[in-house]
C-alpha cells in the first residue's frame, strides 16, 4: 500500500519561511510527476506546484518567486521551500504523486497545515 506523508507545516509569522516535505513509498519514484497543492480555508483545492520526473517544474502564478519546488529521488522525497509568506498562504498542503498513461496513478497525503499570521 502506498503513503504519502507530508511534513512540516505549522505557524508562522507574514515574511517568515518554511519548507514542507513529502515521502512517498513507491516503487520507481523517479518516474512520478510530484505537486503541492493547498485547500485554504472555505476554499477549493489549488495547485501550488508541480515538479516532473525529468526535473521541469511548474507553479501558481499567486507563488512564483517565493516557493520553490525540489526532489530527490533518492529519498523519495519532494519538498516545497517557501519564502515570503503571506496569509493568504494559509491552507492545508497536500501532496500528489502521478504517473501517466497507461498507469495512471494517483494518490494523495493526508496533509499538513500552514498558518501565516499577519
Known amino acids: 500500500q502506498v503513503q504519502v506523508v507530508e511534513s512540516g507545516g505549522g505557524l508562522v509569522q507574514f515574511g517568515g519561511s518554511l519548507r514542507l516535505s513529502c515521502a512517498a513509498s513507491?516503487?520507481?519514484?523517479?518516474?512520478?510527476?510530484m505537486g503541492w497543492y493547498r485547500q485554504p480555508p472555505g476554499k477549493q483545492r489549488e495547485l501550488v506546484a508541480t515538479?516532473?520526473?525529468?526535473?521541469?517544474?511548474n507553479y501558481a502564478d499567486s507563488v512564483k518567486g517565493r516557493f520553490t519546488i525540489s526532489r530527490d529521488d533518492t529519498k523519495n522525497t519532494v519538498y516545497v521551500q517557501m519564502n515570503s509568506l503571506k496569509p493568504e498562504d494559509t491552507a492545508v498542503y497536500y501532496c500528489n504523486v502521478r504517473s501517466g498513461a497507461p498507469l495512471n496513478l494517483n494518490y494523495w497525503g493526508q496533509g499538513t497545515q500552514v498558518t501565516v499570521s499577519a
Open positions: 515538479i516532473t520526473s525529468g526535473g521541469t517544474t
Open positions: 513507491v516503487r520507481m519514484f523517479r518516474a512520478y510527476t
